[in-house]
């Protein structure tokens, strides 16, 4: 079954769900590696070819975050949307729609404010996969330290990679506490290859 129906996830709903997961797990490490091996890069060139391997990873998964959650976005706008959990406290289901809806917004902010830092940076190569200029720079090169400069948006950035790791906690949290304490359907309705209603 390809589409969400009112009580389960449907096969693409599932997919895009746990292909931006599996590129998250990539994501947060080789973003770190990136970021760690910079600086030391421009001290010891034998350290140039991890960075840019770090940064061809951290770039091209950003960009197929954002694709995916364009899809994800559009695949949920399109068609029905599955039927929250019952709850079994005052203010879960709202509690759960937060989670969400944050997370769907930290997956749009966080691609995009690395894609603008990297555009006002300007001499930093925007990769997509091994290529380096395929990605368009999507504002204009600014001083470091101007107002909308590279610490602006890194700034979003890293903010946004915090506030993003809490509710994805959260999400997780969740999951474990419906599989293993209420032992409900919840976790198994996005499991693939679940028939779980």
Known sequence: ??????????????????????????????????????GLAQHDKRVQPLNDLAGQIHHTNGFLILALMICRAAWSLAGPRVAEAP??????????????????AALFVLPLSGWAALSVFGLAPIWFFNLKGVAPHILPMQPLNGPFGYG?????HVWTLYVGAGLLGLHMAAAVWHHWILKDNVFRRMWPLSQAR
């Open 152 to 156: 602006l948006f890194a700034g979003i």
């Open 1 to 38: 079954m390809l589409a969400n129906t009112n009580e389960r996830w449907g096969s693409v709903a599932k997919s895009l769900h746990w292909l931006i997961a599996a590129l998250i797990v990539l994501e947060v490490p080789s973003g770190y590696l990136m970021s760690y091996t910079y």
């Open 87 to 104: 709850a079994r406290f005052q203010g879960q289901q709202a509690a759960s729609k937060l989670v969400r809806l944050g997370l769907y």
